[in-house]
């Protein structure tokens, strides 16, 4: 018989039995069964090892995702605290609330709850010994199952998982207190400096604008002679002809969160958040309040607060609202096998909203807001060339953010510094030349599994037009900058500096972004422009500068006197002929190369670059298997037009180009053919771009990039073909 509590009533016999011979003895501990506050303990203790550990350890390695996404200390406690107890503590909830009905039923579901929790420690552990998800988790939970069944038979079991009931308040206490997070969260006094002074006593009174590009490589703006293509980057080229164009110059980190610091502070990277406080001799702090400071800096915060404005974005109900989107994407790459978690967004190409990655939601909104209200997207540009900037998706909030800087650039009272980090032309690519935005549909960027390109060809190809494409729309910025200062007269007063924070690599089986001895000069090389006040003619330096030398050649140039110490050099003084470094941003490791070595490596890449993408405008549309197809009608009938598919294609129904929305991406599926079929996209009649299909989840998938301008305002018909040898299939159709 058992009692309530679960307690075998003849298991045992009291001292006080009156039955001779009796002898006492305790009730075992197999019998015991924990009441409904131990079960909440375990549940806790089993949820911190199974989903908290694994993401909260994830974060203190990388606590500077908190810094890039603007979260403050509160929400980042509010989160950890709710996520580490709040599960476990509904649960507990509704177990009592069972446990008032059936106690039985409440064991039952606690010990449901237990297997769901060991199950998923188990996945973790076995997840690599098959691709089949459904093995995988089946296997965990049979797994699970025994050592739950183990747990409800053993006391000293149930014993050791009372004793890991304080893993939750572990867990939470080493992010909190034992990781780089403490300092977000209790951030010491921040340190202050005084303005920097010129020798003379007097303050520094020139202005400076200094500009970041992301992910831009030195190669993607030249020709084969070295220099600047002026037909595709004409404010590039412009730029050099008005300043000197460090050609040889690198970056020292392979990451923005490392590397925009150290262009911002002159300093080596290290491995601290990429605050104030990490970086308190910064480019902000040598002139201090003496200027006006105008800073744009979207994933780093090296500004101080106390000279600029603390801008959380959004409230903190909509700040934790995506912040817990986000790390559900985050945990489900740690937690699932392989094959489930490949179908989630990746997490490693920006900071934030990886589920809107190809920005689907966001701009197909604004493009059918703008189709029924004929809202326009151009704003004001001082070039005089519109600028499309649609969308509510944090690309297009941190190209709005950057020209609002521009428009302040003007002479004032006090001298001004202006700090805009435009995180183009960085991936994923989607912006077209005048600012306007493709939406992707399907893989975001086709041919790359993690950070590590495929070897198909066609989808390199693809690769590399969306990235000059976007390089375009990066020239437009540089040079609607230059307008603005020279429409306000400060272009001829500024020091203005133009450098990118690092570079990317697109090679069949290459690293993209993770610097090696392979890619180094593609990741490494980076563009940097010098343009003293009242410069007006060009030059090209050969000296091998990096981009820890931007503080010092400010500092310089402003006559500063201070007793900081710099890893970088005045771009103008000497540099001593050594190795090139480059800061990897996985292994945190550095790579090495001589000078000579990068030169020779830099003309390789550039000659398969050229070579894919001769210099010029007309090879950007010109990518693709089929190329003497342009231009062309064909007629491949309408039997097969139900075999394929066109993603988006009410956005073709409803096109207007000033929206700030072109639908130039068409992608789709086509059944019937095997992988490397030549496809063929006409545009009201005329084929504007070739590709070729490549598997996407075991289905044939095709993607190609048609010239905007093919694109009319009002509805255009799409069609899509399958081009094999010389016969041509309709495939798919817009309505």
């Known amino acids: 018989m058992t009692t309530a509590h679960g307690v075998h009533e003849g298991a045992g016999v009291s001292a006080a039995d009156p039955r001779a011979g009796a002898t006492p003895r305790s009730v075992p501990a197999a019998s015991t069964r924990p ?68 106690r039985t039923a409440a064991r039952a579901l606690h010990l449901i709850l237990m297997t769901v929790l060991v199950g998923t420690l188990i996945v973790q552990l076995i997840k690599g010994v098959s691709d089949s998800a459904p093995v995988v988790i089946g296997l965990a939970m049979l797994i699970g199952a025994g050592i739950v069944a183990l747990y409800a038979r053993s006391g000293g079991l149930r014993s050791l998982v009372s004793i890991l009931g304080i893993a939750p308040i572990a867990v939470v206490v080493l992010l909190l207190f034992f990781s780089p997070v403490n300092d977000i969260i209790f951030p010491s006094k921040e340190t202050t400096t005084k303005a920097a ?51 040889n110059a690198t970056s020292v980190s392979d990451g923005t969160y490392v590397a925009v610091p150290a262009i911002l502070s002159g300093l080596r990277p290290h491995a601290q958040l990429p605050t104030a406080r990490s970086y308190p001799h910064n480019l902000f702090s040598l002139v201090g309040r003496t200027y006006d400071i105008h800073d744009q800096e979207p994933i780093t915060h090296v500004c101080p607060e ?57 701009l197909s909104q604004a493009a059918a807001q703008t189709a029924t209200t004929g809202s326009e997207a151009a704003s004001a540009s001082a070039s005089g060339q519109p600028i499309r900037v649609a969308g509510t998706d944090i690309p297009a909030q941190r190209v709005r953010a950057g020209r609002a800087v521009v428009r302040t650039m003007k002479p004032g009272s006090k001298p001004g510094l202006w700090m805009v980090h435009y995180v183009i032309p960085h991936v994923p690519w989607r912006f077209l030349p005048d600012g306007s935005q493709y939406v992707v ?42 307008a603005q200062m020279k429409k306000t007269g400060l272009w001829n007063k500024a020091l203005f500096i133009v450098v990118a924070d690092h570079g990317g690599d697109i090679t069949p089986r290459g690293s993209r972004r993770p610097v090696t001895k392979g890619n180094f000069a593609a990741v490494a090389g980076v563009p940097m422009f010098v343009k003293l006040p009242g410069q007006r003619t060009g030059s090209v330096n050969e000296t091998f500068t990096t981009t820890m030398d931007v503080v010092p050649t400010v500092a310089k140039q402003l006559g500063v006197k201070t007793d900081w110490k710099f890893d970088g050099i005045p771009v103008d003084e000497p540099h001593p002929a050594t190795l090139l470094r480059q800061r990897n941003g996985r292994t945190a ?84 053919v095997p992988s490397g079929t030549d496809v063929a996209v006409a545009v009201d009649g005329r084929v504007r771009a070739t590709a070729k299909t490549f598997s996407d989840d075991g289905r044939q998938r095709y993607a190609a990039i048609v010239p905007p301008a093919t694109l009319h305002r009002g509805s255009d018909r799409v069609e899509v073909f399958t081009v094999r040898g010389g016969t041509a299939k309709l495939a798919a159709r817009t309505g």
């Open 589 to 672: 490791k550095l790579v090495s190369m001589t000078p000579q070595r990068f030169l020779a490596q830099r003309k390789r890449y550039l000659g398969r670059q050229l070579q894919l993408f001769p210099s010029g405008l007309d090879s950007l549309f010109r990518v693709g298997p089929r190329d003497d197809l342009l231009g062309k009608r064909l007629s491949g009938g309408g039997a097969g037009a139900s075999a394929g598919t066109i993603a988006n294609a009410s956005l073709y129904r409803h096109v207007r180009p000033t929206s700030g929305v072109i639908p130039a991406y068409v992608t789709g599926y086509v059944a019937g």
């Open 441 to 482: 549909d399907g893989p975001t960027m086709p041919g790359l599994n993690d950070q590590i390109w495929g070897s198909n060809q066609s989808l390199i190809d693809l690769a590399w037009q969306r990235h000059f494409l976007m390089l375009r729309f990066a020239d437009r910025l540089l040079g609607d900058a230059v």
């Open 35 to 102: 009441s409904v506050a131990m079960m909440g303990v375990h549940l806790a203790a089993l949820w911190a090892l199974a989903y908290v550990q694994p993401l909260y350890d994830l974060l203190g390695k990388n606590a500077a995702f908190f810094v890039a996404r603007d979260n403050t200390g509160s929400d980042i406690l509010i989160f950890v605290l709710v996520f580490a107890f709040g599960p476990p503590l509904v649960a507990t909830a509704v177990l009592a609330l069972v446990n008032l009905a059936s």
């Open 197 to 247: 002074t010129l020798a003379s006593g007097a303050a520094p009174r020139t202005p400076v604008v200094v500009m970041i590009f992301d992910e831009l490589p030195t190669m993607s703006l030249m020709k084969k002679d070295m220099s600047i293509d002026a037909q595709r980057y004409p404010n590039f080229a412009a730029l050099a002809n008005s300043s000197t164009w460090y050609r």
């Open 306 to 362: 106390s000279l600029c404005t603390a801008r959380p974005s959004g409230t903190r109900s909509e700040r934790l609202k995506s912040l817990t989107r986000d790390l559900k994407i985050v945990e489900g790459r740690i937690l699932l096998p392989k094959s489930l978690a490949k179908e989630l967004p990746p997490i490693d190409r920006d900071w934030e909203d990886f589920a809107s990655d190809a920005g689907g939601d966001g």
